[in-house]
């Protein structure tokens, strides 16, 4: 079969509140600085009405790494869940208008579409609460063999293990791509997320992974180690590729033997991080699938995630070919 | 032949002349920063006076390693050429002193014994004006075959290559650590000490080096490359091991394809860079002698560089050996 995508991505589909706070405001609302924490649809309203100066955005993880990958020029494929109500329809749009494919059936009834409270912090650091609502009803009939099959790569994210259905569904989309030659990549998306389903990400690492995405506190969550290096000889044993972010100090990429550490691209202020992971992973899949090496692969990343984080909201405001054609990347 | 020593070091025996100076003396006295500089006696003595605040301190790159392993319990030996003067006997005794063996005949005529005039900025950064004197009539007649033989490892500064004589010395010590089976380090000391010997260095590392100690800079000028990771792209296809420092970013290990990335170890305050190189060696090259894998090498290192920036000088104030005690790594 023709690959006539680059990527297929699969992830909560989400609509993100964004306000910027202090940190008295995480104080006030108890609010975990940093991580990402799920949220019933009470405190969702509860949040909501406390934020000052909101803005709405499509969000989720996986979606806003599609939308990276839209910006540089690949072409893409979303399979998420929203509801057919005012945040579903916003979200869809945003799909729509920068040309990745969505056609996963939004949901009819139940709960509202997914949002993500993300409170932002004088020191750009994002603090998220998440209500899944109707991306918790993604299940394993939203997966269609031929799209997976129709894409280079297939991308999930961690997140997904918080609702069974939603990973019965990637379970049965890694064994689609298995069947179809497509290569399958993971997010470990949040320490907290590692801490929830640590056997099963370090079983998927083993038997089902080409390609592992995570940053420093995810994979020393995920190893239970300490420190980078003692995860750096840990993933250097492992037969695949892992693009490991370290914030401001860039990017260690590894494939076996082969290891390229990626100094961070300079960005003039650090506005919001929120994104920073998830554009870095566009950057990379980019790379990738356009047949660059590990090391271009990673300069990818970390350009794509210092576009991101020069801005507030998760997706890129400027082309990321453009900026990557400046850099020489491609 | 029985080694009973651990670390045989060649280097300049250099006093040191330290005093913190603004940004403004060091462009009134036309003093590059961040790098040493070569000068004679004339302008030895114009710094000199023109430094106020001064400490001498027996100085010397390898000489400041081989106090650090010496700090560590390792038993070295320290091969260079002082004049029998003040200086001279202030730097042979600060050998003495802290257990090392130097057994260099001192010169009875000639240039008097080197200095290093070491200005270090408000930022920590230092800038060294280096007179050679004395140290550049070091000659292949003071290498004792039996000396080198005694050691596990032969350690040469880049710097010797300054002088005829001491780069003949070197030779000489490197094909007699060949037949002993001693191993050959070398550092590059300083990125415009890698210009002045680029080929030469190049020619080293390809016939007769096991370990190469580089800093970022250094390592950059002996591929001429533009990035770290390039560097190391380059290093991971040398047959031998790299350790590679990155000032607040830590070190980079590289055998091939084991590569180890290592965090800087925390300082307080960061008062005076003078040795951190220096001490990182010392770290590391004690982790060799003694057996340790390639990672808890470079911690020792960083952990050394740690202590050495905390405070003015480039010689431990307190027992490395205890401080590698309380972290675990001996």
Redesign the interface.
Known sequence: MARNFDVIAMGNAIVDVIAPVDDAFLLTHKIAKGVMTLIDEFRANQLYNAFEERREAAGGSAANTMAGLASLGARGIFVGKVKSDRLGESFSESMRDIGVRFATAPATDGPSTACCLIAVADDGQRSMSTYLGASRELGAADIKVAEIAAADILYIEGYLWDTDSAKAASRKAIEIAKEAGTKIAFTLSDPFCVGRYREEFLELLENDLDILFANEEEAKALFEVE???EV??RI?SWNGIAALTRSA?GC?V?N????????AAPVARVVDTTGAGDAFAAGFLFGLVRGKDL?DS?RLGVLAAAEIISHYGARPEVSLEVLAGEAGLV
Chains 1, 2 share one sequence.
Not at 256 to 263: A, K, N, T
């Open positions: 420190t980078f290096d750096l000889q250097e100090k260690v590894a076996g033997g082969e290891v390229h550490v990626i100094d090391g990673g």
